[in-house]
DNA sequence: CTGTTAGCGCGTTCAC
DNA sequence: GTGAACGCGCTAACAG
C-alpha cells in the first residue's frame, strides 16, 4: 500500500539498489539496457524517490524559512512579503520560503504545533499575529529562532514594530495643525480577532494628541468595527448622520480610509474639502488614489524582520537589532485646512 | 563540526540514545533526574533535531507543493497567490506552500533544475513564465504534477490561460464602438523578458479588431516597452506630442494604464473627457480609482491552477479539466465616447 | 558496468 | 525506567 522503494524498483528490473540510484541520478555508468530495464520499472511501479531519505543520506538539507501570516485580504502583507522576498534574495541562500496562511485566528496556535511539531521550519517569521508567552516559550523550546513584526512589542529584539502610537499621534496632529477639532476615528475593534492591539494604539496616539490640543474627546467620533472597507464605509455613514458630523477622519489604516472617502462621496460630499481624511500604512494603493496617511514603512519591516532572521540563524551570538525608520507623514490629497461654513 | 546527534546528547548525558529520543518526544517515563540530565545535555550541545530524520523515521512526510512566479511588483501575482490559498484551504489538506521567487528571467531554468533535483515539492504551479519543451519534460521525468498559469499556452489541460487574443480584441472594440478611430496601444515589448507572450497576443487582439471595423493601423499608435507604471507613462508622453495624439489609449495592464492615466494628467488633459484609457487584468487597485479594464479572474486563475494540481496529485488517473470564466468587459469611468473637438 | 553494504539521524520496539 | 538494536529510503564507497 505504501509508496513504492527503490528495492522494488531494483526487484521488478532484477537488479540491484545500486544500480536503480545510477539511472535515479543520471549516473554516467550504466548501460543503456539495463538503464531502460530500469527506466520501465520506475513508470510500472509509480515509483517516486522519497525526498526525506534522499536528504538524509546526502546530508544535504535545504532549509525552510516559514511567514506565517493571517492572509487576509489586506494589501499589507504583500509589501511586508516584499520586504521578505527581498532579503532573502539579496543574501542570495538557498532558503526556501514556506508559506503559513492563518486563515482563523484561533487556528494559529494550531499551526504553530504543528510547525514546531514537524519541525518543518530553521526559522519563522510571524507577521501581524499576537504571540503568547507560552507560544514564544515554545519556539524557544523548539530551539526555531523567531521575529515577530506585531504592532505591539515593546523592546524586544526579535520584534520589528512601528511605535503606533506616536503614529496616531501623528496623524491627529496633523489634522488638528489644520485647524480640525471635530475629529472622528475610525479603526478596528481592539483587541481585534487575531489578538494584535494595533487599533488600540492608535487610538491612544489619538486620544493623546486630542488632550495635547484640549480638544475635549466624543465617544460618538470614535467609531469600531471589524476590519475592512465595507466596515469603515458604514461607519463612516452612522458619523455623517451625526447632528455634528466630523470635520476630519483618521482611518486607522488605508483601506479604512478608503472606505470613509467612498462613505464621504456616496454621501454627496467632496473629500478634502467637506471632509479631510487621513489613513495609516501607505500601501501601494495609497499613492494611486492620492491619500494622505502615515507611512509605516511596511516593505522595510519585512526586510528588516528577514534579515534579523537570518541574522540569528547564521550567527546566534552576534545578533546585531534592526532599527525601522521612524514613520513619516505623507502628505498627498485627502486632507486640507478647516474652514467654517 | 556538524551539528551535535541525539547520540552526541546521549553521550554527553550519560544515557542512551532512546532516553533522549523520549526526553525529546515528551515521554512520561522518564525519571525527573534523567530528564534534566537529557535537557542540561542539548542545552549545553545547542542540540537540534534533524527534521528530515525524523521525518524519515515516522514516515510523517509533510508535502510540498511549489509556486513558482516572478516576483515582480505587478500586482497580479497577488490576486493569483489570493487564489492559489484559497484552494488550499478549501482543500484543507495539508500541504505546505512553498514559494520560488524568479527575480531574474534566466535563473528561472536553473531554479526549476534545482527543485526537481531536490525533489523539493510535489506538485508545481508555475505562474506567468513560460515553459519550453524540454522543461516540461524535466518536470515529467522527475514524475512531478505540474500546473502552469501561462498566458499563451493552447488548449493544454494542464493550463489555466485566458483568451488574450479575444481580450485585446475585446478592449479595443469597446473603444471603436465608442466611436474612437485613433486608438494607440501600450504594452509590453514581446517576447517579454520572461518570454511570454501576454503582449503579443493581446496587441493581435488589437489588430484583429482595428481590421474587423476598418480602422488603419498606425505604427507610432503602438508603444512597446518594459514592463511597468513609468514605461507607460514615458511611453504616453510620446503619444501626446504625436502631430495627431491618439484619442484612446488600449494599454494591456491595468499598472500601465494607471501610468498612460498619470501622463495624461501631467499634460494637463483630462481621462476620460479628453483621452479615454481602458486597461486590462482588473486588479484590485482598478476598482478603487475606477479604471475600465477586461476582468480576466486572477484569483479565479489561482484557484482553479491549484485545485488542478491538487486533483493531478490525489487522482493521477481521473483529471478534470478546469475552465476560467469568460473575460469580461468592466465599465468604469475611464471611457467615454469620441467626441470631436 | 553492477551488486552489496554501511551509514545518514531519529523513533520505536524489545529485553533488561 | 532505561539501553540496545532495528528500520525508515536512499546514496556512496567498495568489491567484484
Redesign the interface.
Known sequence: MSNPTIYDVARAAGVGVGTVSRVLNNSTRVSPETQQKVLSAIRALG??????????STG???R?IGVILP?I?H?SF?ERL?GV?LA??DQDN?F??????V?EPGRFHEQLL?IVE???VDGLLIATLNVSDEQRALLVEA?IPFVTLSDGCTGQLNCISPDNIRGGYMATQHLLELGHRRIAYVGDEFPNIYGFPTSELRYRGYLAALEEYDVPFRSEYVCLGPHGEDTAHRLTETLLALPEPPTAIFAMSDIQA?GCILAIRGAGLRVPEDISVIGFDDV??SR??GLTTIRQHLEQSGYLGLQLLLNMLSTPDNVVPRQLPPLELVLRGTTQPYKSL
Chains 1, 2 share one sequence.
Open positions: 515509483f517516486r524517490r522519497s525526498k526525506v531519505a534522499r536528504q538524509l544535504i538539507q535545504h525552510n492572509f485580504t494589501p504583500v516584499r522576498q532573502l534574495q538557498d526556501n520560503l514556506v508559506l503559513y496562511n486563515t504543528a514537524q519541525a518543518a530551539g478608503v501601494q494603493l494611486y488614489i
